[in-house]
């Protein structure tokens, strides 16, 4: 079937359940919001929604879809109104899809890191994610940070062509949520500091995004400058804390046997810098384009990483090479102050090439819409 002789109807698929969900909870809650956004800027796109494909009765105000201008439909009115659906942070059921493809209609796979998550789950028997199924897709999208391990894998097990697309960001939440702040509590970098709160954020689900380089980035700062730290905060690890590995290996570090490090729970950046942090170090394995790193970037603080999709931006260290992203941590306390003003204006320029509003983004978008005809 060709493309209807009309505008398309797109929806975005969005895991919703009942009770307490914070957008903060993940990028991919964020993302699905940013792609409804785009299409209903699309010159292609009649109308665009989130749908809902887990059956909720209501979305938490946490989630702040109230505010941002995007309508949600469930999947029995997303069956006989759409088009087009993305299948992203909830996936649709096979019948669905089945009566979906019958009438006429296409459908992509926006998938994420989800070989490293795959292998993990399907190695150690825990339980499936994204596993393969048998269901009929017209494309799969992925953004350029997975290209490299994950596009063969996605192409075979899917049968479907791989589509690279731009990652897509704007801080209409974080806006939000700084705004949400508590008078005189700021976000944004502040000079002057004689000694640094450092943080990590990595979120220690999986091997894609850990503590464990952060932490040895940290040691090796540490070792070399260790009166630049106030304190090392690392968030994400409660759990970790529980577990004998973990213990043994952090046991092994100055940074906690002296008691700079401590082990924090999960928190929204923007709340969390305000409060605690300088400084941003992390680590991610093959997922080099993330919302923590434009988050910091908009904050203007000092984001020491080893994406190379944002070399030229904040400091950089390579691989896992612990002891340049040592040196570039004592680099960013010993010059961040100087290089402030330049810093922030590259990265408001950078930013501003992943809004849903910027050109290149819409009319990439546009035409992957097109190709599923």
């Known amino acids: 079937m060709s493309k209807p002789n009309r505008k398309l109807r797109v929806g975005v698929t969005i895991h919703i359940r009942d009770g307490h969900q914070s957008i903060w909870e993940n990028g991919i809650f964020q993302n699905c919001v940013f792609l409804v956004q785009l299409f209903n800027l699309s010159p292609e796109v009649e109308i665009a929604f989130l749908v809902n494909g887990s059956g909720a009765k209501e979305v938490h105000p946490s989630m702040m879809f109230d505010q941002v201008g995007v309508e949600m439909i469930d999947l029995p009115t997303a069956l006989e109104t759409l088009d087009v659906v993305i299948e992203m942070s909830s996936q649709v059921p096979e019948d669905w899809l089945e009566k979906f493809r019958a009438k006429g209609g296409r459908i992509a796979w926006m998938r994420m890191n989800d070989y490293a998550i795959d292998v993990?789950?399907?190695?150690?028997?825990?339980?499936?994610a994204s596993v393969c199924s048998s269901k009929v897709y017209d494309a799969i999208w992925a953004i350029p940070c997975h290209r490299n391990i994950c596009s063969d894998y996605f192409a075979i097990t899917c049968r479907a062509p791989v589509k690279i697309v731009p990652h897509l960001w704007t801080p209409e939440f974080i806006d939000k949520g700084i705004s949400s702040l508590s008078n005189g509590v700021k976000f944004g970098y502040q000079s002057g500091k004689p000694r640094w709160r450092v943080c990590s954020f990595e979120?220690?689900?999986?091997?894609?995004?850990?503590?464990?380089?952060?932490?040895?980035?940290?040691?090796?700062?540490?070792?070399?400058?260790?009166?630049?730290?106030?304190?090392?905060?690392?968030?994400?690890?409660?759990?970790?804390?529980?577990?004998?590995?973990?213990?043994?290996?952090?046991?092994?570090?100055?940074?906690?046997?002296?008691?700079?490090?401590?082990?924090?729970?999960?928190?929204?950046?923007?709340?969390?810098?305000?409060?605690?942090?300088?400084?941003?170090?992390?680590?991610h394995w093959e997922n080099g384009q993330n919302y923590l790193y434009y988050e910091a970037l908009y904050g203007g603080y000092p984001l020491i990483h080893n994406s190379e999709c944002i070399r030229d931006l904040g400091y950089f260290y390579p691989d896992f090479d612990c002891q340049a992203g040592g040196e570039a941590?004592?680099?960013?306390?010993?010059?961040?102050?100087?290089?402030?003003?330049?810093?922030?204006?590259?990265?408001?320029?950078?930013?501003?090439?992943?809004?849903?509003?910027?050109?290149?983004n819409v009319d990439a978008y546009t035409t992957e819409l097109i190709n599923l005809y």
């Open 120 to 128: 993990e789950r399907a190695v150690y028997n825990l339980p499936p």
């Open 203 to 283: 979120p220690n689900l999986n091997t894609v995004k850990t503590s464990i380089t952060p932490m040895l980035v940290c040691e090796e700062a540490y070792r070399k400058k260790p009166a630049m730290f106030d304190f090392i905060r690392i968030c994400n690890t409660i759990n970790a804390k529980e577990y004998v590995g973990f213990v043994n290996f952090a046991r092994s570090l100055d940074i906690v046997n002296h008691g700079v490090a401590s082990f924090e729970g999960r928190f929204a950046i923007y709340e969390y810098m305000a409060h605690y942090g300088d400084a941003i170090v992390s680590h």
């Open 329 to 360: 941590l004592v680099r960013a306390f010993e010059n961040h102050y100087k290089n402030q003003v330049n810093y922030n204006a590259k990265a408001a320029h950078f930013l501003q090439t992943l809004d849903i509003r910027h050109q290149h």
